[in-house]
């Protein structure tokens, strides 16, 4: 069967067919394939498919003149390879629309290492992602897709619908749609392969595949295969100065004892075993003390006394105190290795009648590194005063307690191990069959039915297993009987020197592992009603099936909280599945008259009926005014309905990292002495709240909290209901009139978005928890423990922040709206070459206002240009919504060659700091700018050869207070300058 019409391409810009990062669609009248404005004629005759067919992102009707009311974004599978990116969501992320997610600089500490896009910064739980229109499978308990599983071989292009789209594809569609297209048809065998480099000699990618294309049985039958390897390396903090001081944590490896302020030594012998060193200074008895490596002993806040390594061997003397910054611990980008396979095929049985059917197979490894294992969540593991290793001048102090046989606490980082990593292996598999054809003419119809599986194995290696170590601690012999040497914290030299015997006895390879299901039938009926002489009114009818299976089983020591430096999780299990009934209606009303030589209208509604919530209803109005042949007005409503997913519903509580920094320069522990929370004007209050909460009265004076991250507890809640969002989109799209002048090829859409989500279904960040229990922002004026924020903090026996609890709620809303610009210029250039044009496109974004009310009828918080560099990948607010953002390219092309240079441009923010502690705010982000320069060259019709240089001027990382690790390797780039090589050969 052939689907009458031309493949719908949403693009009618300077799109660089060979060597530009995307340029956004512009035109809402669609050229053919083989005819893009931009395409030399050689390009445009190599761009016609073997098989005419129609594929529509935003709509399940093609309008007249194939015009689209909503945004749309077009990006070519070329111009993602010039980017140098071998995974899809970088190239993406550098568009306005796109707020960075999750991608290799994020998914550490056993949080899966997933990639995920954001639009609009709304979260990636409120857009869709869809391979041909149709979902991809699940990679997480939210309902999260993975783009790590896309293999940029079989991808033909991609479409973006930067405005709502539930009507028309489902509830997760609030924010828009992310449409993966696959290769069409072809004939004959493509390999492509590129390397990239860093100028340092690291940072290396490798991307290669193979496809293959045929047509049998008279042509009525086509294939397609499609298979590829991808490689990333990871990198490590040691490799970039910039992070050699980054992450200052008080968890070191010579070990230290921490007092307990209810049995606390005695002053004057602690007094007196420092003045035995020499120390004259007042030494106050509730401060950790370190060990030497000689056995004497040093005050860790001030160094007093130390004798270690500064500056080297991973210590550091950071504002006086010893510490050993994470930063040069951790990988700050994650490996990659994935290998996929992709099949499709179709076969004409009757002239009338496809059957079609497609596999997608992706075998991936993602892989993290999160530094040296430290003592920190859970039941913390105590030291006997029977310990054997404890070094004498300890002992003394130690008999100098009120009790002086109770074990006591100690703080360490395990430098004799090696640092703990994860490795994400993930096995995803999708099957298709479907059947589409003519009814009658002008009718047609498409039913298809797929599953899809996706299990994902996490192994966390050298993980330290608590029971072991707490019976190394105990033993008489201090673990020699157990294992060779036993174990001796004391001191980083001893630290150092555990036997491989005993290394072995206190890690292992924790295993967990999660399965998600999901089952989809559709049918779809599209057909012409009747024609008020502008054109036939056309309507589609959906019918459509969909269950969702989740199952989470972690290991028994995580289950537990008997492993070290990571928080417990629960084994978690659920289901979700929904009847759904959809219609869409396309109305010409007038054409080809005076000023109206296009008017028309459309709406669309959907019916949801969840297994979990009940029945919602999505539903759309739009308009489109083409007054002349060059200009366009269009504009549309949504009414959006989403439904809790899973992770929302059902997840048990779940552990996670909360970064919450080293006060003063960010939020830290609001009880810490030295946050602002303390410092400032009402340090007495706080100091109170802090007692009241469980900091011990003979410790509140002198309490800090060791390290920049605390836990933080994630649970489900089956009373949510749905949330609902109404999306506004109006913009103006103008296509000058073509010619062969200055500006015979120039076009440019200006577009509104408005979108306003009301009972938000969100966890409550944990810093804002902080924030507000502690009155940083004044939502707690009397310093009260009933406060509500204050009741989701815990804190242990000794007054250390333990976990934040965040559970899933109906918060108040989240509103966002902005202006997206796009401009499209080219011009021939024939002093340098028949087919040469040099070329110009920008895509501006205008954020007005990102506004959050964490619960309803609360004040809004006003999020617009902020840098949040603690957000999660699926945080709201996410990690910046900066007030410009922008992406120009600007270049000369032509049937033979190209070469161009790309700026990429985010303009300055506030911390995250002006909106938690506006008091006390501390230092935003500069204006970022890039530049990256690219080209390609055809060797004859069958080969090509790319490269480029990205950041060519080696912008350095930018600062950012709200993070942990100084900066945000997620939205910046840390790796610097690179190179890299690609070719294409087709035959």
Not at 230 to 255: C, E, L, V
Not at 383 to 406: E, G, K, W
Not at 824 to 829: D, L
Request: charged content about 15%; some cysteine; overall charge neutral.
């Amino acid at each position: 069967m052939r689907l009458e019409g031309t493949r719908l391409v949403l693009s009618a810009s300077a799109l660089s067919v060979a060597v530009a990062l995307a340029t956004p669609a512009l035109a809402q009248t669609a050229p053919q394939a083989a005819t893009a404005p931009d395409a030399p004629p050689a390009a445009a005759e190599a761009a016609q498919p073997d098989v005419k067919e129609i594929v529509v992102t935003g709509s399940l009707i093609q309008r007249p003149n194939n015009t689209a009311v909503s945004p749309i974004v077009s990006v070519s599978t070329d111009a993602i390879k010039a980017s140098g990116n071998v995974n899809l969501q970088d190239a993406l992320n550098q568009f306005p629309g796109f707020t960075a997610s999750g991608n290799s600089g994020t998914g550490g500490q056993g949080t899966g290492g997933r990639a995920s896009v954001n639009l609009h910064g709304l979260g990636p739980n409120r857009n869709l992602v869809l391979l041909d229109g149709k979902r991809l499978p699940l990679s997480d308990i939210s309902g999260t897709v993975d783009t790590n599983i896309i293999p940029e071989s079989i991808i033909g292009g991609v479409d973006v619908i930067t405005g709502g789209a539930s009507a028309v594809y489902g509830s997760d569609a609030m924010s828009g749609v992310v449409n993966f297209k696959t290769l069409r048809s072809f004939n004959g065998v493509k390999a492509d392969v590129q390397n990239t480099l860093s100028e340092k000699g690291d940072a290396f990618k490798f991307s290669g595949s193979i496809a293959f294309g045929s047509s049998f049985a008279q042509d009525r039958g086509h294939v397609i295969a499609a298979f590829s390897y991808t490689k990333q390396d990871p990198i490590n903090g040691r490799a970039r100065s910039f992070f050699s001081d980054k992450t200052p944590s008080s968890y070191i490896g010579t070990g230290t004892f921490v007092p307990n302020a209810t049995n606390a030594p005695n002053a004057a012998v602690v007094q007196s075993i420092f003045n035995g060193y020499g120390v004259t200074s007042t030494i106050n008895p509730l401060l950790n003390l370190g060990f030497n490596n000689d056995g004497s002993l040093f005050v860790q806040t001030g160094a007093v006394n130390y004798k270690g390594q500064t500056n080297t061997g991973g210590y550091a003397i950071v504002n006086g105190n010893v510490r050993m910054p994470v930063g040069q611990q951790t990988d700050f980008m994650n490996g990659l290795k994935r290998k996929t396979a992709f099949i499709k095929a179709d076969y004409d049985l009757t002239p009338d009648l496809t059957l079609y059917g497609q596999f997608l197979f992706v075998d991936l490894n993602v892989h993290t590194a999160s530094g040296g294992t430290l003592t920190q969540f859970g039941q913390l593991t105590t030291i006997p005063v029977t310990n054997p290793f404890i070094p004498q001048d300890l002992r003394t102090i130690l008999a100098s307690r009120p009790n002086p046989t109770a074990n006591f606490l100690w703080n360490g980082r395990y430098v004799g191990l090696p640092y703990k990593s994860w490795d994400e292996d993930y096995t995803v598999q999708q099957y298709m069959a479907g059947l589409k054809g003519n009814i009658a003419p002008g009718w047609t119809f498409d039913i298809y039915g797929s599953y899809d599986q996706s299990v994902h194995n996490q192994t966390m290696h050298n993980a330290v297993v608590k029971s072991r170590v707490q019976t190394l601690l105990s033993a008489a012999d201090g673990g020699a009987s157990i294992c060779q040497g036993g174990f001796n914290p004391f001191g980083d030299a001893n630290a150092r020197s555990i036997s491989a015997a005993c290394a072995a006895y206190i890690t292992k390879d924790a295993f967990s592992t999660e399965r998600l299901g999901q089952t989809q039938f559709q049918g779809q009926i599209n057909g012409k009603l009747f024609d008020l002489g502008a054109g036939p009114a056309q309507i589609a009818l959906v019918a459509g099936y969909r269950k969702n299976t989740y199952s989470y089983r972690p290991d028994s020591d995580l289950q537990a909280q008997n492993l070290e430096a990571i928080t417990a999780s629960q084994p978690a299990s659920g289901r979700i599945s929904v009847k759904e009934l959809a219609g869409q209606i396309d109305i010409p009303l007038v054409a080809d008259k005076p000023f109206m030589r296009e008017l028309g209208i459309g709406a669309a509604a959907r019916v949801s009926n969840y297994s979990t919530t009940g029945t919602v209803t999505s539903y759309e109005a739009d308009a489109r005014w083409r007054p002349t042949d060059s200009i366009m007005f269009r504009g549309s409503y949504q009414r959006a309905v989403r439904a809790p997913n899973i992770g929302e519903l059902f997840s048990p509580q779940q552990g996670t990292q909360l970064v919450i920094g080293t006060p003063p320069g960010a939020l830290g522990d609001p009880c810490d002495t030295r946050s602002t929370a303390r410092t400032g004007a009402n340090g007495a209050q706080v100091a109170a709240l802090c007692v009241a909460q469980g900091v011990p009265q003979a410790a509140i004076g002198s309490y800090t909290f060791p390290t920049t991250a605390t836990g933080q507890l994630v649970s489900g809640n089956l009373a949510l209901r749905p949330e609902h969002a109404d999306t506004f989109n109006a913009g103006v799209v103008f296509n000058a009139p073509r010619g062969s002048g200055l500006f015979g090829d120039f076009s440019f859409s200006v577009d509104y978005y408005n979108i306003s989500i009301k009972n938000v279904i969100s966890t409550v960040p944990g810093l804002t928890v902080l924030s507000k229990c502690y009155n940083l922002d004044g939502s707690n004026p009397s310093y009260a423990t009933t406060n509500p924020y204050c009741a989701l903090i815990q804190r242990d026996s000794n007054g250390q922040l333990v976990n934040v609890v965040t559970p899933y709620l109906n918060l108040g809303s989240l509103k966002t709206d902005g202006v997206e610009a796009q401009v499209n210029w080219a011009t021939p250039a024939p002093f340098l070459g028949n087919t040469g044009k040099i070329y110009a496109s920008t895509t501006v974004g205008w954020l007005h206002a990102y506004k959050v009310q964490l619960l309803p009828g609360a004040a809004e918080l006003d999020y617009t240009n902020i840098s949040n560099g603690a957000a999660g990948p699926s945080s709201v607010p996410p990690r910046a919504t900066p007030r410009w953002k922008a992406l120009t390219t600007l270049g000369y092309r032509s049937d033979n060659m190209g070469i161009g240079v790309r700026w990429r441009y985010q303009s300055a923010m506030n911390d995250a700091t002006s909106v938690l502690t506006p008091s006390a705010a501390q230092v935003g982000v500069a204006a970022y700018n890039l530049y990256d320069v690219f080209g390609n060259v055809k060797v004859g019709k069958m080969f090509e050869l790319r490269g480029g240089i990205t950041n060519v001027l080696n912008a350095k990382l930018p600062y950012v207070a709200s993070s942990q690790n100084g900066t945000d390797v997620a939205l910046y780039d840390p790796i610097g300058r690179s190179f890299y090589i690609g070719a294409r050969v087709s035959f």
